[in-house]
């Protein structure tokens, strides 16, 4: 089904296609220079030491658990309010992900539980800042400093998003962030992880690249790794989008806050929560219903009139795969009630006025 006013659309036009010219005219359609310069600019943008793009935001975050070095049998602390991804990138190595109930208002792991989930197994935090809203990174850090942890920050969601004035991606022992289309910015696929640690971003690098180390023989790998290379079209579209990438958040950010005026007066709705000294980069604009309101009937309804809408997330400890390999999950209640009451609005920079106008009036006249 097409809709007249879709969840998400990227912003992409004739920037992006004569750069994509540029690189098939050139031949070199992987490992070219596209691949070092959108990884220079990604670095100097956030101001990290390194940057390795790499095919997805979900290889990204494989790539960190695999450098960190956890094994089966380990545990990682986490969210269960977030995308799939953030939890299989520890399924994948046998890391037990140890779910931490989130805050009714940010959407965010709740930092005060953390600490009674630490184990003699626990290796790690990953914080996932959950529609580009920043955890409290500052709680989490000194946490993990006392516990000998390490953090990886799923930043996937939160390009831009910063906290206490740090960049949201800077915290942690590395971070990765996500370019799928509905992303603040957008590669097609596409993800980059970035690290101050030198020995993670040297392990980065070779297990992308099929565990070749730079200075082995062709064809001599030293390390069982995998295909997770960026190719140069992505990059090179990257490389546009990176351009633009301060005008996209600014207007993400007005829209957001036109939707939230239009909200403000309303009782069944609730806008998103922005936090004080946080600054927030909107990956999603994700509305609280009141209890009680029948969800599918106004994504029906909705959808009727043109306009899409989804519920995010379902708690991950309720999927069906991860039930089926964690029976008897403990019920993390505030999570499953935040799930069943969210719905994503359609947000992206071509939204006009009049569009945000008849999507906040269609809501409000169902709620
Ligand atoms: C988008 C996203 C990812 C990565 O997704 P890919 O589709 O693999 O790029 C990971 N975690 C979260 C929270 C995300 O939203």
Redesign the pocket.
Known sequence: MSYKIPLAKPYVGEEEIKALKEVVNSGFLSFGSKLPEFEKRFAEYLGAKYAVAVS????G?HLCVKALGFKKGDEVITTPF??V??ANCLLYEGVTPVFVDIDEKTFNMDDSKIEEKITPKTKAILP?H?FGQPCNMDKIMEIAARHNLAVIE?A??ALGSSYSGKKAGLFGNAA?F???PN?QMTTG???MIVTNDDKIYKMCKILRNQGRQEEDKWLIHHHLGYNYRLDEMSCAVGLEQLKKLDFMLKKRQEIAEKYSKAFSDTEGIKAPFVKAGAEHSW?LYVVLLKEGVDREKVIETLAKQGIQTRPYFPPIHSQPYFKKMFPGQESLPVCEKISRQTLALPFYIQLTDEDINKVASSIKALV
Not at 56 to 59: D, E, K, Y
């Open positions: 997805s935001g979900t290889a975050l977030s995308f991804a953030s996932v959950v799923d996937c969601e990765v996500a370019f799928y992303k696929e596409g993800g990956f």
